[in-house]
């Protein structure tokens, strides 16, 4: 039981700043979050779910899970941000205006729910406890017999292919379904999927954080490029020109 | 340690700054630079915090992490230049802008 004191004592210099480190991810986190649901301009939003995924996968790398910032960096930041502007084409591109209401049933679902959950995680093993179910039987066992049975380096991808082969098989089947019902929604490859789309149009000076319009409308024909003709069903990018 | 402890919070800081021009950027190009220098400073976080924990081995993941922010920024530019995604999108915008009419 001393044994593992030890060691962090060793490290505690380096222990606290990865803490101060990790607190600071966690509170640009919520920033990004909250910043996310008062925003009305979808692309706003886009580019903000994209900071969080980074921001995500930098917090998974903390917990030493790489595999899954891994897959986080690459399907939340990357991917999942392109299929955000692709279906923002198939709609308006702000969000309808907020109606201010009191939805005290969906308000104490949300604290019940969420302090349920709160109460299970005192349940969970520490972190980085060794005695944890997940190092101490099975997953000891894993690395114990890999370099005997299988001779993969790393671990994680000898479970995946290996010891888990089947699993993974079926999983990349159901994520080959998921990505062609994706592309087949959005109608990659044709304008807008084909379908004509009214945005809702722009209420002039809506907050003081959204956009400039007036210096917008200036500065549009300086770009030197034929921009089609202003109207409200006009694509994307029309009032955010430079 | 102490230049760690200095690089961690420079960045931090930075990143603090590229999230207030992402967050009030009034013009779309300010979001698209927040995004895209969000992501540097991401990348340079998570290489300081491979040096910090003595495993540097983390610099692959950094260098994805580019990658990403650059695939994700060339997508997001062409998608506001040319209003699609997808294949032939070219031929069609400028049809359409021959044309006069709206795309939609």
């Known amino acids: 039981m001393n044994e593992p004191l030890q060691l962090i004592s060793d490290f505690q210099p380096s222990a606290n700043l990865m803490q101060f480190i990790e607190i600071s991810i966690l509170t640009l986190l919520l920033v990004v979050s909250i910043a996310m649901l008062r925003m009305r301009r979808l692309f706003g939003v886009v580019m903000l779910s994209g900071i969080y995924s980074f921001l ?29 502007l692709s279906a923002m084409l198939l709609t308006a591109r702000r969000e309808k205006p907020f109606v201010p209401g009191h939805a005290f049933l969906a308000l104490l679902v949300c604290v019940v729910v969420g302090g349920a959950l709160v109460y299970a995680t005192f349940d969970a093993p520490l972190y980085g406890d060794p005695m944890a179910p997940a190092n101490a039987y099975v997953g000891q066992a894993y690395v114990d017999r890999m370099a005997v049975e299988i001779s993969m380096p790393n671990i994680v991808t000898g479970v995946l292919a290996s010891y888990r082969g089947y699993d993974t098989m079926g999983e990349t089947a159901v994520i080959f379904t998921a990505a062609l ?31 400039s319009t007036a ?9 030197g490029q034929k921009s089609p003709a202003p109207t409200a069903n006009s694509p994307i990018g029309r009032e955010d020109a430079p | 340690m102490m230049m760690f402890v200095a690089a961690a919070t420079a960045i931090l800081v930075a ?8 967050l ?15 992501g540097t ?7 300081l915090m491979g040096f910090i924990t003595g495993r540097p081995d983390f610099l692959d993941i950094a260098l994805l992490y580019a990658l990403m922010n650059f695939i994700a920024t060339i997508a997001i530019l062409k998608f506001f230049r040319y209003r699609t995604m997808g294949r032939g ?6 049809e359409a802008r021959k044309t006069g009419g709206s795309d939609g």
């Open chain 1, 56 to 84: 995500s996968a930098l917090f998974f790398v903390a917990l030493d899970a790489v595999d899954v910032a891994f897959t986080e960096a690459a399907v939340g930041a990357g991917i999942s941000t392109i299929l955000m």
């Open chain 2, 24 to 38: 009030i950027g009034p013009t779309l190009y300010d979001r698209v630079l927040a995004g895209n220098s969000f």
């Open chain 1, 181 to 211: 019902g994706v592309m087949l929604l959005l109608g990659l490859g044709s304008e807008r999927g084909g379908r004509v789309v009214s945005d809702v149009p722009p209420e002039p000076e809506a907050s003081p954080s959204s956009d």
């Open chain 2, 41 to 47: 400073k991401t990348i340079l976080l998570l290489g």
């Open chain 2, 15 to 22: 990143m603090g700054l590229a999230l207030g021009r992402a």
């Open chain 1, 215 to 223: 210096q917008n409308s200036t500065a549009q024909n300086s770009t």
């Open chain 2, 89 to 94: 999108m070219r031929a069609r915008t400028l």
